[in-house]
C-alpha cells in the first residue's frame, strides 16, 4: 500500500492521470453538443466545466494528497471578472494598434444570425478556457512547480503551450514562439501574480471570445464573427492566417503586462516570507 500511495503522489502521475480526466470529458461533451444548436450547447459546456472542475479537485485532493485553493469560490467572482476585462483590453487594444498600423480593417458582417454567432463564440471560448487552464496552469504548472520550482513551471508550461498549437492552420514556428511568449508567459505570470485560476480562465476566455467575435482567426481557427476583417500588409504584424497571435503586436504588449504581474508576484512572495504555499487566498 506505501509503494501505491508513493506512485499516486509522484506529480508527474497525478498531473497525467488528471489530464486524461479533463481530456475524455471535454472529448465526451464535444461529442454530444456537435449536433446541438441554440444555447444547449452552452449549457452542456458549462456542465463540462463544472465536470472538468470536479475532475481536477479530485485529482489533487486525492492522489496529489493536498489543498485547491487556487479554484476555491472566494473572490472567484470577482478575480474572473477581472480576468475577463485583462483579455478584452488586451486583444481590443492590440487589434486597434494593428489597425492603426494598417494591418486590418473591419466591416459588419451584417448577418441575420448575431445570437447564434454570440453564444457559439462564448460556448467555444468558455470550454478551451477551462480545459486549458485546468491542464496548464493547474495540473502541469504545479507538478513542474513540485519538482523544479515556479521559474521552471513558467518556462516548461510556455513551451508546451506553444508546441500544442503548432499542428493548428497556418502555425509557423514564429507562431508557436509567439504564442510561448505572449500567452504561455502571460498567463502563467497571471496565474502566479493572482494565485488562482478563475483570474487566468477569464483572462483566456475573453481574449479568445474577442477575437472570434471581430472575426479574426483564433490560432488558425477561423471565427465566424460579428465582423468581417480584411488583412493587409506583413504576416508579421497581422499574424497572417493563423490570426492575431501571429503578430507581432501582442507579442510585445503581452510581455509589458506580465513583466508587472511577474514583479508583482515577487514582491508577494517577500511579504509572505517565501511561504511555499504560494496559491493559498
Known amino acids: 500500500m506505501k509503494n501505491k500511495v508513493s506512485f499516486w503522489l509522484f506529480p508527474i502521475v497525478w498531473m497525467i492521470a488528471g489530464t486524461i480526466g479533463i481530456i475524455l470529458i471535454d ?17 452542456f ?21 493536498r489543498s485547491t485553493p487556487e479554484i476555491s469560490r472566494r473572490h472567484a467572482g470577482i478575480e474572473t471578472v477581472l480576468g475577463v476585462l485583462t483579455g478584452a483590453i488586451f486583444i481590443t487594444a492590440s487589434a486597434f494598434i494593428i489597425i492603426a498600423l494598417g494591418g486590418y480593417s473591419f466591416q459588419w458582417a451584417g448577418s441575420g444570425n448575431t445570437g447564434f454567432v454570440l453564444i457559439s463564440t462564448i460556448e467555444t471560448a468558455l470550454g478551451a478556457a477551462i480545459v486549458e487552464e485546468l491542464i496548464f496552469r493547474g495540473l502541469l504548472f504545479q507538478a513542474i512547480d513540485q519538482l523544479g520550482g515556479k521559474a521552471l513551471a513558467l518556462a516548461v508550461t510556455s513551451l508546451f503551450f506553444g508546441a500544442a498549437h503548432l499542428g493548428n492552420a497556418g502555425a509557423t514556428l514564429w507562431s508557436a514562439f509567439a504564442i510561448v511568449l505572449e500567452a504561455g508567459v502571460l498567463l502563467g505570470a497571471a496565474f502566479l501574480w493572482r494565485r488562482n485560476l478563475w483570474f487566468t480562465i477569464g483572462l483566456h476566455f475573453a481574449w ?3 477575437e472570434g467575435l471581430l472575426g ?23 499574424g497572417g492566417e493563423f490570426g492575431l497571435e501571429g503578430s507581432i503586436v501582442p507579442v510585445v504588449f503581452s510581455l509589458l503586462i506580465s513583466i508587472p504581474m511577474l514583479i508583482g508576484t515577487a514582491r508577494n512572495q517577500r511579504i509572505d516570507g517565501g511561504n511555499p504555499r504560494h496559491f493559498e487566498s
Open 27 to 43: 472529448t465526451l461533451f464535444r461529442q454530444l453538443t456537435e449536433r446541438l444548436e441554440g444555447v444547449v450547447p452552452l449549457i
Open 45 to 65: 459546456t458549462l456542465v463540462m466545466g463544472i465536470l472538468a472542475m470536479l475532475v481536477y479537485k479530485l485529482t489533487l485532493t486525492y492522489l496529489a494528497r
Open 216 to 238: 479574426i482567426s483564433v490560432s488558425g481557427h477561423s471565427a465566424a464573427g460579428l465582423f468581417t476583417v480584411k488583412v493587409n500588409g506583413a504576416a508579421l504584424l497581422t
Open 208 to 210: 479568445n471570445a474577442m
